[in-house]
C-alpha cells in the first residue's frame, strides 16, 4: 500500500536560514510526489511535483525538492526562509500516472519561520 | 489564474440531516476529486470522478455520500444522512488528463460542522 511519512511535527527556522522539511514515501511503483502548502483557513495550494527527470525539482514561491530513489524521499527545501513561508506543509504521492487516482498524503509538517 | 471555488465555505448541519457540498473546478479538466481533513487529522482522499462515473472510492466514500456533475460546471458532493464524524473540511480538486504539467488543484474547501 503506498504511504508518505513526514517525521516532524514541526519545523522551526530563523528567517534567513536555509529550511528543510522531510518526507518519505512507500510506494509498489513510480512514484509521483507532490508538495502542498497550506496556510490557515486557507485550502490547498501546489507547490511542486516530482513526475520524472532531474531530481532537484524548482517550484513555487523560491522552494525546491530532491527526489531521492535510493532513500524514498522527496525532502522540501528552501535556501533562505521568509516568516510568510510559515504555514502547514504536506507531502502526497500517487503511483503510476493515472490523473484519476488518489492523492495519498502525509499527515503534514507545520514550520515556522521567526524573525 | 484558473482556480477551483467551492461553496458554502461553512455549513452546519444537524445530524441526520442531508447536505449537498458544491464545487466549480477549472473549466478545462476532466478529473475531479473530493477530499476532506477531519480537525487537526491528514487530509484523506474520498473519490474521484471521470467521465460523469466514479473512476476510484476510497473506504470512508460509503452508501451515505454520492457525487454528480449536474451540468457541465458544477460538481457536487452529497452526504445523505450526515453523522458527527463527518464534520471536517471538505476540498475539491481538479486535474487535467495526464501530461507533464498534471496536478491536482484544490479549492479553498468548505468546513461541514454537524451538531
Known amino acids: 500500500a503506498q504511504s508518505v511519512a513526514q517525521p516532524e511535527d514541526q519545523v522551526n527556522v530563523a528567517e534567513g536560514n536555509p529550511l528543510t522539511v522531510k518526507c518519505t514515501y512507500s510506494?509498489?511503483?513510480?512514484?509521483?510526489l507532490f508538495w502542498y502548502v497550506q496556510y490557515p483557513n486557507r485550502g490547498l495550494q501546489f507547490l511542486l511535483k516530482?513526475?520524472?527527470?532531474?531530481?532537484l525539482v524548482k517550484g513555487s514561491y523560491g522552494f525546491e525538492a530532491e527526489f531521492n530513489k535510493s532513500q524514498t524521499s522527496f525532502h522540501l527545501k528552501k535556501p533562505s526562509a521568509l516568516v510568510s513561508d510559515s504555514a502547514l506543509y504536506f507531502c502526497?504521492?500517487?503511483?503510476?500516472?493515472?490523473?484519476?487516482?488518489?492523492?495519498?498524503f502525509g499527515k503534514g509538517t507545520t514550520l515556522s519561520v521567526s524573525s | 489564474e484558473p482556480e477551483v471555488t467551492q461553496t458554502p465555505s461553512h455549513q452546519v448541519t444537524q445530524m441526520g440531516q442531508e447536505v449537498i457540498l458544491r464545487c466549480v473546478p477549472i473549466?478545462?479538466?476532466?478529473?475531479f476529486y473530493w477530499y476532506r481533513q477531519i480537525l487537526g487529522q491528514k487530509v484523506e482522499f474520498l473519490v474521484s470522478?471521470?467521465?460523469?462515473?466514479?473512476?476510484?472510492k476510497s473506504e470512508i466514500f460509503d452508501d451515505q455520500f454520492s457525487v454528480e456533475r449536474p451540468d457541465g460546471s458544477n460538481f457536487t458532493l452529497k452526504i445523505r444522512s450526515t453523522k458527527l464524524e463527518d464534520s471536517a473540511m471538505y476540498f475539491c480538486?481538479?486535474?487535467?488528463?495526464?501530461?507533464?504539467?498534471?496536478?491536482?488543484?484544490f479549492g479553498p474547501g468548505t468546513r461541514l460542522t454537524v451538531l
Open positions: 480538486a481538479s486535474s487535467e488528463l495526464e501530461g507533464p504539467s498534471v496536478g491536482q488543484f
Open positions: 510506494v509498489s511503483g513510480n512514484p509521483y
Open positions: 516530482y513526475i520524472t527527470g532531474d531530481n
Open positions: 502526497a504521492v500517487r503511483e503510476g500516472g493515472q490523473a484519476g487516482t488518489a492523492l495519498i
Open positions: 473549466s478545462n479538466h476532466l478529473y
Open positions: 470522478f471521470y467521465n460523469n462515473e466514479i473512476s476510484e
